[in-house]
């Protein structure tokens, strides 16, 4: 049976950084939306340059682009047996496109961890993360530095900072995350999919809760 999990919760949580580490436990795919409009944008693709008007403003790309490439991206053989979702979806009708793709794998999403924080925290975190221009593996300059600065761990390649990451456009993402993204919350508790998960906790202790919510 597949599984498909939906991580939710408002930028910067941690969506990404625990995407990484289930997907290593879980040897399902981790599929972010983010991630895909960027390595598009990197590549310089029609869909790049059209996200990237989008991002770099800290809004939202419009749901039709959205769903078309996480649809082709689900369609593919590694996501037979599940995936992890990670950005994606982000707004009512991206939920309906999920379950309607779903559906005709005769699946549906499975669980969603919320994770949770304030908006200091997110803005703390946001500003000092770092991201690696290879394959978009995430540090943070307090809270999970690299072993050599400015170098990713894992492949050597160069970190960066998102341009989406200064302080102001973070604030904006955070609005228009609580605008369009939180009513998913409702959406997916009226399902009983939805387990809350607190963010502020270390990065170790929010794997625990995830796999915990995952295993159950
Ligand atoms: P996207 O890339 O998805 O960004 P986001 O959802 O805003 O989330 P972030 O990636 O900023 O945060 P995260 O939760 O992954 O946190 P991370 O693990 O990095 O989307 C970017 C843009 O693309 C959107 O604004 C939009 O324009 C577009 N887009 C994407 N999907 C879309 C969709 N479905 N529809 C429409 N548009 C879409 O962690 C953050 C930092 O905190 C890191 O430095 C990390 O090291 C650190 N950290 C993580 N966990 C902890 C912890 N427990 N303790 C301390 N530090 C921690
Ligand atoms: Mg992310």
């Known amino acids: 049976m597949p599984s498909y999990i939906v991580l939710l919760g408002p930028p910067g949580v941690g969506k ?5 580490i289930i997907a290593d436990t879980t040897h399902l795919p981790h599929i972010s939306s983010g991630d895909l409009f960027r390595e598009n944008m990197k590549e310089n693709t029609e869909l790049g340059k059209k996200a990237r008007s989008y991002m770099d403003k800290g809004e939202l ?14 369609q593919r053989a590694d996501c ?11 707004t009512p009708v991206q939920a309906g496109a ?14 969603v961890p919320y994770i949770t924080a304030a908006p200091d925290v997110l803005i703390d975190r946001a500003s000092g993360r770092w991201t690696c ?6 540090y943070h300059q307090k809270f999970n530095p690299p072993k050599v600065a400015g170098k990713c761990d894992i492949d050597g390649s160069e970190l960066y900072q998102r ?51 995952i295993r159950k």
């Open 80 to 90: 037979k047996a599940g995936a992890i979702l990670d950005g994606f979806p982000r």
């Open 133 to 138: 221009k290879a394959q978009g593996h995430i």
């Open 163 to 213: 341009e989406d990451d200064k302080a102001e456009t973070v604030a904006k993402r955070i609005n228009i995350y609580l605008a369009q993204t939180a009513p998913l919350v409702d959406y997916y508790r009226a399902q009983h999919k939805l387990v809350e998960i607190d963010g502020t906790q270390s990065i170790g202790k929010v794997t625990d809760a995830l796999l915990s919510a």
């Open 98 to 111: 999920l379950q309607k793709m779903l559906s005709a794998f005769h699946s549906d999403v499975d669980v």
């Open 16 to 20: 990404g950084t625990q995407a990484e």
């Open 61 to 74: 790309v419009p749901d039709n682009i959205t769903i078309d490439m996480v649809k082709e991206r689900l």
